[in-house]
Nanobody, 115 residues
Framework: QVQLVESGGGLVQAGGSLRLSCAAS????????MGWYRQAPGNQRELVAT???????NYADSVKGRFTISRDNAKNTVYLQMNSLKSEDTAVYYC?????????WGQGTQVTVSS
């Protein structure tokens, strides 16, 4: 069974930075796409940043210029570097991967930005 394990969430002041990690139990080359989503209380889950096959990246407009997605293929890990954090970035962040059109989710990690 493929697993995604997130880490790196926490409490940070506005303007600060955090780096999230998502470690996969299989080679990340197995996935058609892999990246990060988030869900704030009362809101739908939304895309934050993803890699698609061919190493293309896709970012939500709200995080462009502040967040950077990267990966370490040898460690089967994808990262999300979050800079200049705002209170509206507060959410549970989920790692997601697409494996043969099946969506796989991590357990989520809480990010709280205090103003």
């Amino acid at each position: 069974q493929v697993q995604l394990v997130e880490s790196g969430g926490g409490l940070v002041q506005a303007g600060g930075s955090l780096r999230l990690s998502c470690a996969a139990s299989v080679s990340i080359f197995s996935f058609n796409a892999m990246g990060w989503y988030r869900q704030a209380p009362g809101n739908q889950r939304e895309l934050v940043a993803t890699f698609t096959r061919g190493s293309s990246t896709n970012y939500a407009d709200s995080v462009k210029g502040r967040f950077t997605i990267s990966r370490d293929n040898a460690k089967n890990t994808v990262y999300l570097q979050m800079n200049s954090l705002k209170s509206e970035d507060t959410a549970v962040y989920y790692c997601n991967a697409n494996l043969r059109d099946v969506a796989i989710w991590g357990q989520g990690t809480q990010v709280t930005v205090s103003s």
